[in-house]
């Protein structure tokens, strides 16, 4: 799956690229993903980010990407996007849908979501400069509390966010 989006996003680069438009790449984390899986076991787990990655979905466009990175972390390509409250607007939407609990054979799960924002080519114009910048951001939306959405702002090269 990470290929897959890794061939994606440089697809989308390339288009955003040819065509002086914009995208928005949403990184996300699942909050409390790690007790579900110590506390519930490995096959709740599977599931709950199965049915995780499937609400994503319902959140995003037919033709934007959504894809597992590995562990609890999903990343979403949004095309062609002209203004930030419109990726705000998804965003909220995405956490707000994982913030419903999940049904898993019959047992209530709750998990929520942190989401770090970066936008091409503001925020990098290469694959993993956008991926770092998005990343960082979703840091800075944990430890400001969880369940929140933060676009990318500051420099990488100083090692943070400001």
């Known amino acids: 799956n990470r290929s897959l989006f890794k061939d994606r996003m440089l697809r989308e680069i390339e288009v955003s690229k040819r065509q002086r438009t914009?995208?928005?790449?949403?990184?996300?984390?699942?909050?409390?993903?790690k007790a579900v899986n110590d506390t519930l076991?490995?096959?709740?787990?599977d599931k709950l980010l199965q049915a995780v990655a499937?609400?994503?979905?319902?959140?995003?466009?037919?033709s934007d990407t959504v894809a597992r990175l590995g562990g609890d972390e999903f990343t979403v390509i949004l095309a062609n996007v002209h203004a930030e409250p419109g990726v705000s607007m998804v965003?909220?939407?995405?956490?707000?849908?994982?913030?419903?609990p999940f049904d898993i054979d019959g047992q209530l799960v709750q998990v929520g979501a942190s989401i770090g924002v970066a936008i091409y080519p503001d925020n990098g114009a290469d694959y993993s400069t956008l991926l770092k910048?998005?990343?960082?951001?979703?840091?800075?939306?944990?430890?400001?509390?969880?369940?929140?959405c933060r676009f990318f702002a500051g420099a990488l090269e100083s090692g943070e966010s400001h």
């Open 22 to 33: 914009r995208f928005a790449l949403l990184f996300i984390d699942l909050d409390r993903f």
């Open 41 to 45: 076991g490995h096959n709740v787990g």
């Open 54 to 62: 499937s609400r994503i979905k319902q959140c995003v466009r037919e």
């Open 91 to 100: 965003a909220e939407n995405i956490i707000d849908s994982l913030q419903d």
């Open 133 to 148: 910048s998005a990343d960082a951001a979703m840091y800075q939306a944990k430890n400001e509390g969880r369940g929140r």
